[in-house]
């Protein structure tokens, strides 16, 4: 490089002199098509503030700028540039005198921009340069997922020092205004601290999970914000959901709690119950869990998750396009007057069954298609307003159910329906993420009964699969690690405190701790969803029914989890992909399951930056006793990029599954028999 290119580098570039509190480099609309393996899409959380601020400066509406919480950086603009910061009002100085927020600022060379608190309600601000931020792609977003370090300015918040490099001008074709009142859309947001989210339903609610007036009591609720409130979600405080409210004493195979649900999707602005606690999904949240969404807040409103506060007041309004006709407001005793979207959503099941949905089924419920030649009973359900889910069967846990989702995954991925965005598949589910400007929800539930109604018999379904033994160290130190300090510093009384392996052999009737050892190492676990706890993290059910062990999960989570630590939530053993909180029982700990290093050869070449994750949905999982010490070992060894697992090629036929549950039909009625009497032995103890 030549001295003048060196220089105009340097000057093309933002250097660091303070943070802020917690600044990130964000895109729109972020990582888009990999919530299936546990990534989420991160980006702007009050994308409309940030979609301004690019506006303003003339940039395209996903370049990428900064995310500023609460308080922000001092940055020095070594070649000058044009900037905006927009979003919650913000202190802002150059070169120590004060600036407007939310107008295009133009910066002379060296100049020094102090980004200072935010002044009122609001907690977020966005700062775009002209030209954007040019920092490297990641898995196809230069979005901040900070939590699995990956993308942004090295995965991480900023840092005194940093050099951030600034894009190309965009040129004569894409000028910026000459005055803020120029630009039409998007306006400047109202952020006042009281706020009115409009949702709408699912993908679950009433009456099948809750009652008709429980879902009235969430709906109207007077909701606080509470301070655990980030990327990841926002927790709301206020009124208690109580059992009463609950359509169901317990989540069946999901768990003791009504809450709970077999693995399923989250959407985007999802309000999952955890227990009776509301939670939103933000835009860095899991894509997959085991608690029930009632409603989802709608897009045009998501950008004020990015602006709630702690102690902020929320208010749900049910939005005019979920309300539905009557015959679904009678699920729940309200009368509502019908919308145009609904008449069409039913219009659109009718179509295809030959018959309306009927009275008595929740207003999430768009269609329905009767079980028929081999195949489940299939039902199609809202999910906020740019995502369908498609659920199969009754709410138990079954491989068919299972194999049947991801065929029809693979059927939806071959037609190419313009508008599907994202694909994300749960136990017995698929969510379907698309554009509403592009496919209207009427059409795509029409096209998705035709691609079922082609589907082969469930029993008929082979796919390709493989066998991946990994190393486990039993009783981990890190595993045990964690558990000590749930009991020092969460819940000291809690029934799998302070021996989760204890808990497991109890909870499943077993006679010692070796025979829970004894039954995870001579299990095959199949791989039925990834990224339930984030980066290619598998949740997998034992192949042999005898094999299955259920628990129950932590309540309220653990704060702390080590990375890789394996355990049983439910009925699904999981493999963490990364330090976080967590709920399932631990017994043990492994190697990464997202690898961020390619030195070697994987096994059987899969692996590469652009697919860093091990496992695929329907491998077959099995576990080879290693001590801690070897663990330790092979880990370094996995983080440099070496193989440390054993890969072979099978195949996963659900007509070998049938044969094995015929010829032991016995034994497995028996290994049922006694764990669901354990359970019961374990509820009626706390009652007491």
């Known amino acids: ?13 933002v250097d660091v002199v303070a943070p802020g509190l917690q600044t990130s480099v964000q895109d729109l609309p972020g990582r888009i098509g990999l919530w299936e393996v546990g990534v989420p899409p991160s980006g702007p959380m009050d994308e409309r503030s940030a979609a301004r601020a690019n506006a303003l400066v003339g940039n395209p509406e996903g370049a990428a ?17 044009l900037v905006a910061v927009c979003g919650a009002p913000i202190a802002l100085a150059v070169d120590g005198f004060p600036v407007p927020h939310d107008v295009a600022l133009p910066l002379p060379a060296g100049a020094e921009l102090a980004v200072g608190a935010t002044t009122g309600a609001g907690v977020r601000a966005y700062l775009a340069v002209r030209g954007g931020l040019d920092v490297p792609l990641a898995l196809g977003s230069r979005s901040t997922f900070l939590a699995g370090a990956i993308g942004g300015h090295e995965g991480r918040v900023l840092a005194a020092g940093d050099r951030l490099p600034i894009g190309s001008d965009p040129g004569s074709a894409s000028p910026a205004p000459a005055h803020a009142d120029e630009l039409a859309e998007p306006r400047p947001a109202t952020i006042d601290g009281d706020w009115t989210l409009r949702v709408q339903h699912g993908p679950h609610g009433a009456p099948d999970l809750l009652t008709g007036a429980g879902l009235d009591h969430v709906l109207n609720g007077d909701w606080t914000v509470h301070g655990h409130a980030d990327r990841t979600g926002i927790r709301l405080t206020g009124v208690e959901i109580e059992r009463a409210l609950w359509a169901r004493r317990d989540g069946g195979d999901a768990g003791l709690d009504p809450s709970n649900v077999i693995e399923t999707p989250y959407a985007l602005g999802a309000i999952m119950l955890s227990g009776g606690t509301p939670i939103i999904v933000g835009p860095d949240g899991p894509s997959l869990g085991g608690f029930c969404s009632p409603l989802c807040v709608v897009r045009d409103d998501r950008w004020k998750l990015g602006q709630l506060k702690p102690g902020d007041r929320v208010r749900l309004a049910l939005d005019a396009a979920s309300r539905g006709p009557e015959r679904t407001a009678a699920a729940d005793g309200r009368a509502q007057p019908p919308s145009p979207l609904a008449d069409a959503d039913a219009a659109a099941g009718a179509a295809r069954t030959g018959r309306a949905v009927p009275a008595g089924v929740a207003p999430a419920v768009l269609a329905e298609m009767p079980g028929r030649n081999g195949a489940p009973n299939v039902r199609f359900r809202r999910a906020g307003d740019e995502n369908l889910v498609v659920e199969y069967g009754d709410p138990s846990i079954d491989l068919g159910l299972r194999l049947r989702v991801h065929a029809l995954q693979q059927a939806i991925r071959e037609r190419a329906i313009a508008g599907v965005q994202d694909l994300t598949p749960g136990v017995r589910c698929l969510q379907v993420r698309f554009d509403r400007h592009r496919l209207a929800l009427p059409r795509l539930v029409d096209e998705l009964q035709q691609v079922e109604a082609a589907l082969p018999p469930t029993d008929e379904l082979t796919i390709p699969a493989r066998e991946v033994t990994m190393p486990l160290s039993w009783e981990d130190p ?6 000590r300090h749930y009991q020092e510093h969460v819940f000291p009384d809690a029934p799998w405190c302070p021996d989760n392996i204890e808990y497991i052999r109890r909870i499943n ?37 005898r094999h299955q062990l259920v628990t129950t999960k932590y309540t309220p989570a653990r704060t702390w989890t080590p990375e890789n630590a394996v355990g049983i939530g439910g009925a699904f053993l999981c493999v963490y992909g990364m330090e976080g909180p967590g709920g399932y029982q631990l017994f043990g700990r492994t190697v990464p399951v997202w690898m961020r290093r390619f030195a070697e050869g994987d096994g ?4 590469s930056p652009d697919r860093p994750w091990l496992l695929d949905h329907f491998d077959v999982l099995r576990f080879e006793l290693v001590s801690a010490e070897q663990l330790l070992r092979l880990r370094a060894a996995a983080k440099d990029g070496r193989n440390v697992v054993s890969i072979r090629e099978r195949s996963f036929s659900l007509a070998d599954r049938r044969a094995l549950e015929r010829d032991h039909a016995p034994e497995i009625a028996a290994h049922h028999d006694r764990r669901s009497s354990a359970f019961d032995r374990e509820r009626a103890s706390w009652a007491a």
């Open 1 to 13: 490089m030549t001295c003048a290119a060196t220089m105009r580098e340097l000057l093309r570039q």
């Open 65 to 81: 700028l900064l995310e500023v919480t609460l308080a922000g950086p001092t940055l020095r603009f070594p070649g000058g540039a």
């Open 478 to 483: 890190e595993a045990v690690k964690a558990m």
């Open 509 to 545: 009737g077993l006679p010692d701790r070796q025979a829970v050892q004894e039954i995870v190492l001579a299990s095959q676990y199949v791989v039925v969803g990834l990224g339930d706890v984030y980066l290619g993290a598998p949740v997998a059910l034992p192949l042999d029914p």
């Open 604 to 607: 059987d070449g899969r692996l």
